[in-house]
Every structure is written in structure tokens, then in C-alpha cells.
């Protein structure tokens, strides 16, 4: 790791965090999972030139690849009987799982996308990089431009997925966004504030800390976390969280007909139905992306890349 950003990380996050993070990197990249039997199917390369295969002798290969950029809309509305009334209408856009170098268009059908949205604010819930380890120059070039049209029509927030390194924050935050790595923000509106909070990737790298990211945000009544996986949803609940943002699961990614996933890459039964979309967990609201980017094969098949608004609005 470059010396100026080890020193830069070092002055923003505690020794022990920072340590623990790049240790279980240093692993990863020498082994491509995490130690244990904990394999996950992110790193199962060998399936991916399987699948390929597959898919050229069928003549699905090219179709896969449109599919991949064939972005849905989706407006979600979220009811909240306490939501300050300053907030009711306040939309969120939501982007997962970018894998940005991954898209074999270099992420300019998603630039369009969104160019044409109206949002308040926009959250990324981590996976910029395709692979879980390597090179990052290309991820960074276009997650910039990417940016550089979101920040034009409201503030960009960010959180690390297992695809990315610590060591990528400085940079994604030089693209002018500001990451969330177990930290949390308030957001102002009128005389009302709702708490942001982002929390460190723990599914490869076990490194959250829900309760160090609410530290700046407990006296707000509404508050919204940003999740890259599903792990959390029991300890959000119970910490008051009242919105929960995830990806990670990409929906299935290739599903049979009616959006039926194969590979769920959910590591909890009791969550394995929460793969995308709105769900409820007790008194949690929550929210599973199908992302934006793929993972292993820039392919899609029976589930559509996703660009998500979720609307705030205030319930009686």
C-alpha cells in the first residue's frame, strides 16, 4: 500500500479497525476467500469461464450482455409514521453494486440513466470494482465520471462492498463523494434532521461497527443505514434503525423465468427471501438492490439491472 494513503487512513480510522481490514485484504488476496470453509461464490473463477462457455455455444452470450445495461427504473415508497413533516417527498437514489469496470460500456448507459433523474440525495451501496481484488485505475476513471453527473443534483454517499479496499477511500472520495465507512451524517432539511449511517463491508471482512457509525446520529428519530450485505438486520433492528439500504446479491444476477434466483449469495436462511426489493424485518423497513453492475460474467439473464428512488413519505 502507497505510504500517503496508509498515513491518510491511519488519521481517519482507529488502529484497530485499520489493522484488521488490511490484514484480512492481505488474506484475501493470497488465498481469494476467506480463510475456513467460509468459500463464497464470488471467487469460484472457474465458473465463469464455465458459464461462458454455456452461454456462447447457446447463442445467449450476446443477449446477456444487453441485458446487462437494460437498467430499471424502480420508484419505491417508504412510509414512516414519525418522518418530520419538512421530510415527507424526500427521495433517495440509490445505485449497488456498480462493478463499474466490469460493464462492457464502461458505465455510459448508466451515466445516461441517471442524468435524467431528480433525487435529494444519492447513496451507493458499495462494489465498485468488479473483481474482489487487483487493479482499480479503471474503476476509478469511471466511477468519477459517473459521479461528476450525480453530485450536479445532489450530494453522493458512499460505503465499501467486499469488492473494494480501504485503500480505495481517498480516491472515490477525490471523485467528490463522501464515504461512509462506519460513520454516519446528518442530513438537514428546514429545521428537521434525518441521521445517515454507512457502515465498513461485513461479509468478507467482518469489519462493521453499527453502534461507532450511529455515535453522531443517536439523537436523530430517523435513521437510515447503508449495509453493502445483509448481515446487520437483526442488530439494526434492534439499535432503531428505521431504513436499511443493501445490495450485494444482484438479485440472483441469472435467474430463471419469473426473476427465480440460483445463487441467492445470501449467507442467512432466516433473509434468504429478502433478495431484492422491500421487505420487513419486525419493526425494520429495508431495501435490496439488484445493482447496477454484475459479477464474474457481464451478463443478466431474467433480472434487470436496477436504479432505485426511494420516496420518503409520512404515514398516519
Same mark, same amino acid.
Given at each position: ?36 470453509? %467460509? ?5 469460484? %473463477? ?47 437514489? %440509490? ?214 428512488? %426511494? ?6
Amino acid at each position: 500500500m502507497d505510504e500517503y494513503i496508509l498515513k491518510q487512513l491511519k488519521e481517519r480510522f482507529d488502529a484497530a479497525h485499520l489493522e484488521k481490514r488490511i490484514k484480512r485484504q492481505q488474506q484475501h488476496q493470497a488465498f481469494q476467500f476467506r480463510g475456513g470453509f %467460509h468459500v463464497y461464490w464470488e471467487n469460484m %473463477h472457474f465458473l465463469v469461464p464455465l458459464l461462458q462457455f454455456l452461454l456462447k455455444t447457446t447463442r445467449f452470450l450476446r443477449r446477456g450482455f444487453i441485458n446487462s445495461i437494460n437498467f430499471e427504473i424502480v420508484e419505491n415508497d417508504v412510509a414512516i409514521s414519525h418522518l418530520p413533516p419538512a421530510f415527507d417527498g424526500f427521495t433517495i437514489l %440509490h445505485l449497488s453494486d456498480l462493478h463499474i469496470d466490469g460493464m462492457f460500456d464502461c458505465g455510459r448507459a448508466l451515466v445516461n440513466k441517471v442524468s435524467q433523474l431528480n433525487y435529494d440525495v444519492c447513496v451507493i451501496t458499495g462494489d465498485f470494482r468488479f473483481l474482489t481484488y487487483g487493479q482499480t485505475h479503471e474503476s476509478f476513471a469511471y466511477t468519477k465520471r459517473l459521479v461528476n453527473t450525480l453530485k450536479l443534483k445532489a450530494p453522493v454517499y458512499g460505503i465499501l462492498g467486499n469488492h473494494d479496499f480501504i485503500e480505495m477511500v481517498p480516491e472515490l472520495e477525490s471523485t467528490g463523494m463522501k464515504m461512509l465507512v462506519n460513520e454516519a451524517i446528518p442530513l438537514q432539511r428546514d429545521e428537521s434532521t434525518i441521521g445517515l449511517a454507512g457502515v465498513d463491508d461485513e461479509h468478507f471482512y467482518e469489519s462493521a461497527d453499527l453502534l461507532k457509525a450511529m455515535n453522531d446520529i443517536n439523537t436523530c428519530d430517523i435513521k437510515i443505514l447503508l449495509a453493502h450485505s445483509q448481515e446487520l438486520i437483526k442488530s439494526a433492528e434492534a439499535a432503531g434503525i428505521s431504513l436499511y439500504l443493501c445490495g450485494h446479491t444482484h438479485g440472483g444476477q441469472v435467474c430463471l423465468p419469473g426473476g427465480i434466483a440460483m445463487i441467492k449469495n445470501t449467507p442467512h436462511k432466516p433473509f434468504s427471501s429478502f433478495i431484492a426489493g422491500p421487505w420487513q424485518y419486525k419493526t425494520l423497513q429495508g431495501y435490496t438492490s439488484r445493482g447496477a453492475g454484475t459479477s464474474g460474467l457481464c451478463v443478466r439473464f431474467n433480472c434487470r439491472p436496477e436504479i432505485t428512488l %426511494h420516496r420518503l413519505k409520512k404515514s398516519s
